[in-house]
């Protein structure tokens, strides 16, 4: 199945940091930019964090700038975000969506649960 395939996700107290990996199954990032969405219950899919296919450009949500970094590797298919000083509000399902840089489409991975409690 063409997927990205996200992992990393759990329970984490507040302050504390996870590693999320977004890998490739059944096809190759190489033309891909990478986006990490987030939903928390009752509330609407926020961008938290993109970056383009070579790496060179990144961005993030203000709610999320200097605790979050994107990075990726190409080689290894895989796209990461590392998580820090982590927030009871971080709390939400984490999806890696893989948008063609042609604008051929776009490819979302089932995503992974971050629980940010005490």
């Known amino acids: 199945q063409v997927q990205p395939v996200e992992s990393g996700g759990g329970l984490v107290q507040p302050g504390g940091s996870l590693r999320l990996s977004c890998v490739a199954s059944?096809?190759?990032?190489?033309?891909?930019?990478i986006q990490w969405h987030r939903r928390a219950p009752g509330k609407e899919r926020e961008l938290v964090a993109s970056?383009?296919?070579?790496?060179?450009?990144?961005n993030y949500a203000d709610s999320v700038k200097g605790r979050f970094i994107i990075s990726r590797d190409n080689a290894g298919n895989t796209v990461y975000l590392q998580m820090n000083s982590l927030k009871p509000e971080d709390t939400a399902v984490y999806y890696c969506n893989a948008v063609h840089s042609w604008g051929l489409g776009t490819v979302w991975g089932q995503g992974t649960q971050v629980t940010v409690s005490s």
């Open positions: 970056i383009s296919s070579t790496g060179g450009v990144t």
């Open positions: 059944g096809f190759s990032f190489m033309s891909y930019n």
